[in-house]
Nanobody, 122 residues
């Protein structure tokens, strides 16, 4: 059974940092890309960052470039999203997802976690 479990969300003041974790199981981790997505109330889900577990290639949304860093620990089947210089507009539920194709688009991803709330206060 494929499982993706996010953790690390919480409440932080603007300018602060959080590190999200996505623990994966039930599939061959090295064959998949892991993406981070977020969805704010009343808005569509959007891609934040993604990483290829096989070669480490990464993509970032323009809105988070220079502030967020994605990384992968293949030995632990875990992907991290380090979020620095957080802004109130980063407030959303953050989801991780897995798919063989590396993409920031929502549609290709077949497997999703349950999400973790990130709230940035001004």
């Amino acid at each position: 059974e494929v499982q993706l479990v996010e953790s690390g969300g919480g409440l932080v003041q603007a300018g602060g940092s959080l590190r999200l974790s996505c623990a994966a199981s039930g599939f061959t981790f090295d064959d998949y890309a892991i993406g981070w997505f977020r969805q704010a109330p009343g808005k569509e889900r959007e891609g934040v960052s993604c990483i290829s577990s096989s070669d480490g290639s990464t993509y970032y949304a323009d809105s988070v470039k220079g502030r967020f860093t994605i990384s992968s620990d293949n030995a632990k089947n875990t992907v991290y999203l380090q979020m620095n210089s957080l802004k109130p507009e980063d407030t959303a539920v953050y989801y991780c997802a897995a798919d063989p194709v590396l993409s920031l688009r929502v549609r290709p991803y077949d497997y999703w976690g349950q999400g973790t709330q990130v709230t940035v206060s001004s």
